[in-house]
């Protein structure tokens, strides 16, 4: 089974600064997705950056970028020019290409913003 | 694009009732659709999933049980609730628009049970 892991519970940061989160993951299968999700106090889930494992140039969505090395199983996430709105719990999770389409999730990261 | 909603938004209950939680989806056909549960400050645990309607896969041994009557219609229920069911319980959906698709999710319910 498929497993993912965020060994960082807490992070912090400088508005206007850039802050990295790591994740790891763990699986066999060679075609697959991942994705990082903010979730802000609201407790909505929000999509910020999907990676497809087939591709090699690293997604970005504006201030939101990852670092995804393949043969490691990384895939960090980094925030630049970090805004107070940012601030959230923010979650790694891994998409089989195959089957039901299930998604596996890390423990979480919370980031704190500070002014 | 879709919309998911789900009610009710908070719920109290308490240990032994019965519970449903609803979900329903807008804006799309034959999604699959997902149950997850998150514990106060961890990540989401995969409940029950199905892929259409009458069709449900349980990933977890448990108190709660998922059925789908409807297309876009996914009830998560219980009947005789566990102090442990208390949690975040949050619907997702997925279109196979080919496999590009995302997983969107609704609002979540806040339950516990006392």
């Known amino acids: 089974a498929q497993t993912v892991t965020q060994s960082q519970p807490e992070m912090s940061v400088q508005e206007a600064e850039t802050v990295t989160l790591s994740c790891t993951y763990d699986?066999?299968?060679?075609?697959?997705?991942l994705f990082w999700y903010k979730q802000p106090p609201s407790r909505q889930m929000i999509l910020v950056i999907r990676?497809?494992?087939?591709?090699?140039q690293n997604a970005t969505e504006n201030r939101f970028s990852v670092n995804f090395q393949k043969a490691a199983k990384s895939f960090s996430l980094k925030i630049s020019d970090s805004q107070l709105g940012d601030a959230a719990m923010y979650f790694c999770?891994?998409?089989?290409?195959?089957?039901?389409?299930?998604?596996?999730f890390g423990q979480g990261t919370r980031l704190t913003i500070n002014p | 694009s879709q919309t998911i909603h789900q009610w009710p938004a908070t719920l109290v209950q308490p240990v032994g009732s019965p519970l449903s939680l609803e979900c329903t989806v807008e804006g799309t056909s034959n999604p699959n659709l997902y149950w997850y549960r998150q514990a106060a400050g961890r990540g989401l645990q995969l409940l029950f999933y199905s892929v259409g309607i009458g069709q449900i896969s349980s990933e977890v041994p448990q108190n709660l049980s998922a059925s789908r009557p409807q297309d876009r219609q996914f009830i998560l229920s219980s009947k005789k609730l566990l102090l442990s069911d208390s949690g975040f319980y949050l619907c997702a959906c997925q279109t196979l628009n080919g496999l590009a698709s995302e997983q969107y999710f609704g609002p979540g319910t806040r339950l516990t049970v006392t």
């Open positions: 699986t066999s299968e060679s075609d697959y997705y």
């Open positions: 999770a891994y998409r089989s290409a195959e089957g039901a389409q299930k998604l596996v």
């Open positions: 990676q497809e494992a087939y591709k090699q």
